[in-house]
């Protein structure tokens, strides 16, 4: 605790900071107000408090919830304050990641979507937040923060941490998170139980708002998104949780969207303006610092020059700073350089904004119960979760295990079935693969509890089925020994002890095979041991670990990451690292992992260091810098030792290579044993899929859609060994986000596929139930998908981040999609759009019953304000009792913006128990606001009058009956261009476009029209629908461009329509201007300046008609649009 005797003065004498009111309330022996549970009185309580107990140093501190107080006389931070008014306050709130759970491991969010069960996700939720209560005491009220319920929408299928969403879809994310969020802070103001509607049981903030669509250069990079694809598609589902009232806020993600960063997105005001309560904001993890540091517009380098301005920026919008070093270094204010910002008022911030900063975290203690009036033992009184303080819950708790296995069955999707599965018990099993003794844990994974059941690999849940004499285990893996080039003899591991197992070459191969030497050189006469025998793992995305068949220990690299020190500074490549896991954490890299790569015809490989994720000795890593991280790769080269020291650029430069280069000679390939298995085993089960900690995760994106090679050689072999005897082969895909599968599933000789991503702590036993017929698959995929990567958007050149240094020729050649490219009606990169080849459609999904789909009952006409009801009659016509997911689809066969609204597009799901030859008639309510389009010209959702097509289906491609339905809604507005209006608030629809911050100072005003709409290349155009057109006489446009000459053709209809003229420019020029302060002392921002042009319409069209505003070359930004008259 921290004495405080700081100043009580306002920061701006001239700032009306009055929010006082006649309410006092009583005060407990310590001093601190007590509020006595009106929910009516929350804003005068706080206000009292704001007004009378605060001073503005206490302001300061806590307007930063998880900043400590690192003033250079405290060695230590503190947790919490003495206040002004004498009493204590907790200073640090600490937000805590427990994304799947607290004590209980609960599945990734995309394996709880896949289970199509809204109702699961309020019961995880309700684990979680049963259990975060109980973990904390009231006195520990700097504890209670959470974050988990995740909001984020995945389109792209190689993000990074694809796992942490629940769908690609808007409307499955909003149901998922909204009932997660529900369950986990006891709040839900929409429902009918108004039981309490006021005080939470855990302090949820959801993330990350307001997207966050991958890692690509994620510290500073920038997204880009259309005004309809963020409010019709990656908003709504963070809007939800805020209008139920079940979250205090967000965390903000990183980088940038449409140049502006992520940290102060304008997407806040959105939030504060429609929560019910005051929105708590927080930054995620450093995600401020590139805003001091980097973030630059070509113009000036940063986007804000010092922490003072940061500080006050923030302290404006209301948002904290989430990191945990306050020392002064660029990007990470202390206590002096904010309280200077503060009062030099930057940014125009006065101490009522100070204030509304503080206001959420007070809120959010009222509401948590910390102000309550407190019993003899201490708990709050009036508080409806102290029975949680009083007996806390946990991971052995009988409901939350129940729940846990519930939500790994309901998460396996069953992909194939030719009449395989269920399997039988009393049976042998081959079980194959380098999956299937590794667990999918991702980065926010909760421990796996010691309990009955819980922890087991798909391997071990097998042979507790079966029993292990009955299961016949074989990795599959490729073996190889690696040849030097440099001298002609073969890598060897020097010893077999786990210790001292040093890499090294000098053996040399027999020419007579012996009981040792056994392994033959394909095309020779000679034979390698045990001690050059390597066992190749191809993870995928060019990872790789090798496994000496001598000690069964992994090729090593140590490598330094983040405060690990190095104990083997020498750079020896030993061969005595673990096998990687599979998963990890971030205080635990994997060191045995690398790159392997071709380099020249033939089999000549380079073992490079480059590895991915946080296991890169390149600097890549969590904070990001994959993309790049080729170019500081470390090589293994022979001389005197093996060693992993050579620098890129000295293996780049060499004119001999042979040091760096090894013959690669293939002693057997994957599945080389599936013809032994196939004689002594009834079936195979293949395990095959993709790591979320070596592939991919949180810092790196994948590169690819293809599991490693090998992997698909291995099923080909062993399915096809099988397949000769007779006999049946099992896939399972055990990966956290879509692989490539077309080959597979096209495999006449495998018999069946299940997926399976993350389950938490019961996925092994959960897959055993569904592969030996305890349980009957009920998930359905979340996500498309695709065939192949032909119909994803191209990497380009805006791709780096604007403003960097970089260019396309320092990434990685292996990256070239546009990761960048957030906007699903510009990528198509959904099931709403797309028209993409797919393997399995987005809730693609089949059963061990079959169901008949009959008499659908619709509506004939109906009001856009009012919910209804449709059946349907849904039969079960196999032989097992089960459910199926019922999913209904909409499609607008009327819209004012023709094919740019969805092809179809889900508005109501059920997963509905049926029993075998029973039918139920199954009701799905639907919600016309699940109907809405965004008008870009009213800036409103809204709900067109019109003619729909209803289409109940089994997935979004086999649908089953339709029916039409008009609706009575609203049109389109007509848009008045008397006045300037800004053109991508506007445009609802647009071609190879990106998007810029128009300026910083519109920006920090957050007053809207925040963005440009920029040209990407020759084939660049915007659309804006319904403009009024009446009595026109010229257009003008605000313009800017570093270009030397640009040309904005105006069109009516169409990219092709009729001109109505033709506009050119030459290249603006930067300005200058000073962030507002008291005292003049702002810095001054640098950027691309914006002109006027101005032209006489030499024809106008029809008196409404869709503009196009046509590019004729790239970088051409537009602001606003009017019309003369």
Known sequence: MMENKGSTQPLNENASTDTSSSYVPARDSSGKPIFDGDPSQLKDFVNYILDNDLCIEDLMLMANPRKPDNR???????????????????????????????????????????????????????????????????????????????????????????????SEDPFLTSEMAGKWATGVSGVNVKDNDKTNDFYLKAALQSKHYPNYFSEWFRMTGSYYISTRGMHEYTLPPFLKQLTDGSIVGFMTSYGRTNGVPNPISPDIKLAQRINPFSTLMITDFNSPHPMVTGMGNGFDTTYIPDNQHQSALFAKIGSSEGTFIFDGSPGSANKAQSLEGYVRGLFGVDTSMLKEAVRPTLEMMVRIGYFNKKDEQGYPIGYPFTNLLKQPQNENTVENQRVALQAAHEGIVLLKN??????????????????????????????????????????????SVLGSANVSVDSGEKLIALQSMHDNTFLTVTSVSSTDGLASTGATPKS?????????????????????????????????????????????????????????????????????????????????????????????????GTVYKTLSSTGGGILGDFEVAENSAAYMSVGNRVTFDTPVDTYR??????????????????????AQLADRNDYAVIFVGASPQINSGEGSDRAYLDMGSDMYTLVEHTAEAFKAK???????????????????????????????????????????????GDYAPTGRLASTWYKDMSSFPKINNYNIPEGSTLSLSDVE????????????????????????????????????????????????????????????????????????????????????????VPKKKLASFEKAAVPVGQTRTVTLLVDPKNFTIWDVNSQKNVVETGVYSLMIGKSSEEIELEREITVEGSAIEKLDLSTAKNVWEHAFA??????????????????????????????????????????????????????????????????EGDTLTQMSFSATHPVTYKVPSFDESGATLHELGYTEIQSDLSSKGSNASDLYLVFNKEDIRVDSIQLIR
């Open 813 to 900: 050649s292996r990256y070239t999609i546009d990761m960048d490219n957030g906007d699903p009606i510009a990528t198509k990169m959904t099931y709403m759009y797309t028209n993409a080849d797919v393997t399995y459609p987005f809730g693609y999904g089949l059963s061990y019953s079959t169901f008949k789909y009959d008499n659908l009952q619709v509506p004939l006409k109906v009001n856009a304000n009012e919910s209804f009801s449709v059946k349907v009659d849904v039969t079960n016509t196999g032989v097992v009792d089960t459910s199926e997911v019922v999913q209904l689809y909409l499609k607008n066969k009327s819209s004012k913006y023709g094919t740019f």
């Open 653 to 674: 430069e060499a004119s001999d290579k042979s040091p760096y280069v090894f013959k690669e000679h293939v002693l057997q390939q994957p599945g080389a044993n599936a």
């Open 512 to 608: 007579v095979a012996d009981p040792v030497y056994k392994y033959r050189l394909p095309g020779s006469g000679e034979y390698v041991s045990d001690h050059e025998a390597f066992a190749v793992i191809d993870w995928g995305q060019d990872a790789y670990s090798f496994c000496s068949l001598a000690n069964g220990k992994y090729l090593s690299k140590e490598i330094s990451f983040w405060f690990r020190p190095l104990t083997n500074p020498t750079g020896d490549v030993t061969i005595n690292g673990d096998k990687p896991k599979a998963t990890g954490d971030i205080n635990s890299p994997i060191d045995s992992i690398f790159r392997y790569t071709t380099v020249t015809e033939g089999a000549y490989r380079s073992v490079n």
């Open 72 to 166: 250079a006389e405290d060695s230590e931070p503190t947790i919490s304050i003495r206040v002004n008014a004498g009493y204590e306050l907790p200073l640090e709130v600490n937000g805590r990641d427990h994304v799947q759970g607290v004590y209980t491991d609960f599945p990734a969010s995309i394996t709880v979507g896949q289970s199509w069960n809204s109702d699961l996700a309020h019961k995880i939720g309700t684990v979680i937040g049963n259990e975060k209560r109980g973990s904390v005491t009231n006195d520990q009220i700097n504890e209670i923060l959470i974050w988990t319920a995740i909001a984020d929408i995945r389109i792209n299928p190689l993000v990074g941490r694809f796992e942490e969403g629940f």
């Open 418 to 463: 030719n009449n395989t599965l269920p399997l039988q018990k009393n049976t042998k099993a081959a079980v194959v693969g380098p999956m299937a003794d590794v667990r999918l844990k991702g980065f926010y994974a909760a421990n796996t509890p010691k309990l009955e059941g819980a922890g087991l690999t798909g391997l071990s849940a097998i042979q």
């Open 726 to 772: 007779g006999k049946k082969t099992v896939v399972v895909i055990a990966s956290n986000y879509p692989v490539a599968m077309e080959k597979i599933q096209n495999n006449d000789n495998v018999d069946a596929i299940l997926y399976q991503s993350y389950g938490g702590q019961y996925d092994g036993k959960a897959l055993t139930d569904v592969l030996y």
């Open 990 to 1055: 647009g071609n190879n476009l990106v998007y810029r911050e128009v300026s910083k100072e519109r920006t920090i005003s957050y007053l809207g029209e925040y963005y440009a709409v920029m040209s990407a290349g020759s084939d660049s155009w915007v659309a804006i629908p319904n403009v009024d057109l009446a009595h026109a006489k010229g257009i003008k446009l605000r313009v800017a461009s570093t270009n030397e000459t640009s040309t904005v053709t105006i069109k009516h209809g169409s990219p």
